[in-house]
């Protein structure tokens, strides 16, 4: 099944503490992308990269790093998470070939930093 | 800023047709209209896209002014499962995405 998963669906941690979000496609998907959802807000793009070692800023990245050191793998890492970064975060995949393919999504990490 | 302009919220009676409207006057001429749908906190779900023509597919259709200011979605016979926020995008297949807050689409029994 075509699928984008995203680990861990659910985390709590404390401030400072160094955590990563795994994101992982099947569908061979040249583009990926990371998003928050902040209530009020909609969908933020953090990051995104159009292929292997390709990355590029979205629109809220401070505070991020991403790597794309392999085509299906795309994590997202909080160096030192602070409280604003409590959200609901979400990975999506999309073909690059032809422009107007539409991203898949995975189904969220909501991450609560105390 | 969001390149589309979306009402918060709308109703829509279960089996009735919801019309779902979106403004996109700043489109240029490469862009796609897509339609995205999110259920409670879900992952967003693929609808339709579309870029001057009218376009239809199992879940809904897609209706384009002729001008490309502003589309509607259509879903022809609403059910409670349809109940969501629905998100407009434009996107000329570069890589940045931006989605505004959507219409939230309320289905009544």
């Known amino acids: 099944e075509a699928q984008v998963t995203q680990n861990p669906r659910y985390l709590i941690t404390v401030t400072g503490k160094k955590l990563t979000v795994t994101c992982s496609q099947n569908?061979?998907?040249?583009?990926m992308s990371w998003y928050r959802q902040d209530p009020g807000l909609g969908l933020r793009q953090i990051y995104y990269s159009m292929n292997v070692e390709v990355t590029d800023k979205g629109d809220v990245p401070e505070g991020y790093k991403v790597s794309r050191k392999e085509k299906r793998n795309f994590p997202l890492i909080l160096e030192s998470p602070s409280p604003n970064q409590t959200s609901l975060y979400f990975c999506?995949?999309?073909?690059?070939?032809?422009?107007?393919?539409?991203?898949?999504f995975g189904d969220g990490t909501r991450l609560s930093i105390l | 800023d969001a390149k589309t302009t979306q009402p918060p919220s709308m109703d829509c009676a279960e089996g009735r047709a919801a019309n779902l409207p979106c403004n996109h006057s700043?489109?240029?001429?490469?862009?796609?209209v897509y339609w995205y749908r999110q259920i409670h906190s879900q992952g967003p779900q693929y609808i339709i896209h579309?870029?001057?023509n009218n376009e239809t597919n199992e879940m809904a259709s897609l209706i384009i002014t002729e001008d490309r200011k502003s589309s509607t979605l259509i879903l022809p016979h609403a059910t409670l499962r349809d109940t969501a926020v629905y998100y407009c995008i434009v996107n000329d297949g570069t890589y940045k995405y931006i989605f505004g807050t959507g219409t939230r689409l309320k289905v009544l029994a």
């Open positions: 579309g870029l001057k």
């Open positions: 999506a995949s999309r073909r690059t070939g032809s422009s107007n393919q539409p991203q898949h």
């Open positions: 569908m061979n998907h040249e583009y």
């Open positions: 700043t489109i240029s001429g490469n862009e796609y």
